[in-house]
């Protein structure tokens, strides 16, 4: 093990690049800004709720092949759980409908032609309307590749496309939305299984990782932020941590750089990183759900998305929500429960709640904001970039920054055979 690959950041990305270069025989240095690892996927005591909750409720779908195999490889797949069927339940909060969209377990999207499992409503010739999405590029606008009005749109596509994208889906990136129907809907039941990190994010994805990597003499230095590097004939010489803390770098060694896009481009001035994001807020409720709950919920037509029964509390999910930051927290939690009781079906006073409102949550996944994402390769030959924000075809998700990682990583390792 006399070469070192230090990671900077440890978020899904860096940690994902950390555990296949430790796997692949390099000696890991996992360097961390802050006082915990995660980045933004992890979870803390909250104590106006009194409960563990994570910073947002994450979903994983079942297609999540390179995040499944990362949980894998940590050995905490058994931690994500759903469902056995890739069954989705709906409620509309205007009309009081509920409808359950059942995608089965097949290889195929043969849902599409069975009245009784696809949208309430809907025909076939809805569905094939979507198709455009499925070759769009990246510079097309949702808007005008598919028709963003109708039933289907409003119970599937929308909701979908909102969950994704985290803009309005006629601004977003017809590319990057087809990148997700072509893994979820097209791809059948099988790859749409939703899956949850039950016991919590920080729990299942992120400090199983890192007890995988210093169990086996790696390191994870928490509060330790990576201010500056020198170069030296187009290599990263040093790393430079602030004062005396400077680390020298051996000809052999890389580095990983996993942090968000604002900290990247001050890091690497000239990088090219988006620039705009989208809020997305969360509201827990420390309540315990109805017997028989749906781990989750869509609502449609409220201020709530999708609703998430945990043991002891209902979560919420409201996506491109810059529009609820400013709003007085109080208001928000009781708009946000007056919609979980319709939709729950549950009554009550407001439970002890917190608000958890992400400003920078994700980039926008507009065709703008796309064109900004960098490779991984940089002009500098031993630094290589992950993030969800980097260029990995999907739209800023735990599946892309595990891809982000693992494609760093895969780097790394060709240019050690080379
Ligand atoms: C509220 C919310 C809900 C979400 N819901 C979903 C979902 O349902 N499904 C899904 O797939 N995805 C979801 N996402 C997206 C997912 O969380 C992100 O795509 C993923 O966590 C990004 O990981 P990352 O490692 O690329 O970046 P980050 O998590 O941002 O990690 C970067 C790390 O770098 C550290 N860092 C920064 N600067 C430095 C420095 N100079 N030196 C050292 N370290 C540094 C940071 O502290 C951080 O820990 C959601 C995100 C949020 C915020």
């Known amino acids: 093990m006399s070469k070192t690959a230090h990671i900077i950041g440890a978020g899904i990305s860096g940690l994902s690049a950390a555990v296949r270069l430790a796997n692949a025989g390099f000696k890991v240095a996992v360097h961390e800004a802050t006082q915990q690892a995660g980045g933004r996927c992890r979870s803390y005591f909250d104590g106006a709720t009194n409960l563990v909750i994570d910073n947002g409720n994450h979903l994983l779908l079942s297609g999540n092949r390179h995040a499944l195999a990362y949980a894998r490889s940590i050995g905490t797949e058994a931690g994500l759980v759903g469902p056995a069927r890739a069954q989705f339940p709906f409620v509309d909060l205007k009309t009081g409908q509920r409808w359950q969209l059942d995608l089965g377990d097949s290889r195929l999207p043969g849902w599409v032609f069975d009245e009784s499992r696809r949208v309430p409503d809907t025909g076939l010739t809805d569905y094939l309307k979507l198709a455009p999405l499925i070759w769009a590029s990246e510079e097309t606008l949702v808007g005008k590749s598919i028709p963003c009005e109708g039933v289907l749109y409003q119970r599937l596509v929308q909701p979908l496309l909102l969950a994704a994208l985290n803009v309005d889906p006629p601004e977003g990136s017809a590319g990057l939305a087809g990148a ?50 020198t170069t030296t004939d187009g290599k990263v010489s040093a790393l430079n941590f602030g004062g005396e803390d400077v680390v020298a770098i051996a000809p052999d060694d890389v580095i990983v750089m996993a942090v968000p896009p604002r900290a990247a481009a001050s890091l690497l001035p000239g990088v090219k990183t988006p620039t705009q994001f989208r809020a997305i807020v969360n509201a827990h409720f420390r309540f ?60 009550g006073e407001l439970p002890p709640w917190q608000i958890v409102r992400e400003r920078r949550a994700t980039f926008a996944a507009t065709p703008e904001q796309n064109a900004l994402r960098p490779g991984p390769v940089t002009a500098l030959k031993n630094l290589f970039l992950a993030g969800d924000w980097t260029a990995t075809g999907l739209p800023a998700t735990i599946e892309g920054s595990v891809r982000s990682g693992d494609r760093a990583a895969d780097l790394v390792l060709a240019a050690q055979r080379t």
Not at 323 to 333: G, N
């Open 288 to 347: 315990e759900p109805p017997p028989g709950s749906a781990p989750i919920l869509g609502v449609i037509g409220g201020v709530v998305e999708w609703l998430f029964a945990f043991p002891n509390r209902l979560s919420v999910t409201i996506s491109n929500g810059d529009r609820l930051v400013e709003m007085p927290r109080e208001e928000l939690a009781q708009t946000i429960w007056n919609d979980v009781c319709m939709a729950g079906g549950v009554a």
């Open 180 to 229: 997700i129907v072509r893994e979820t809907l097209l791809a059948g039941g099988q790859a749409c299984r939703p899956l949850i990190a039950r016991d919590g994010l920080s729990a299942v994805l992120i400090e199983p990782a890192v007890k995988f990597l210093t169990e086996r003499g790696h390191s994870v230095q928490l509060g330790h932020e990576l201010r500056s590097f």
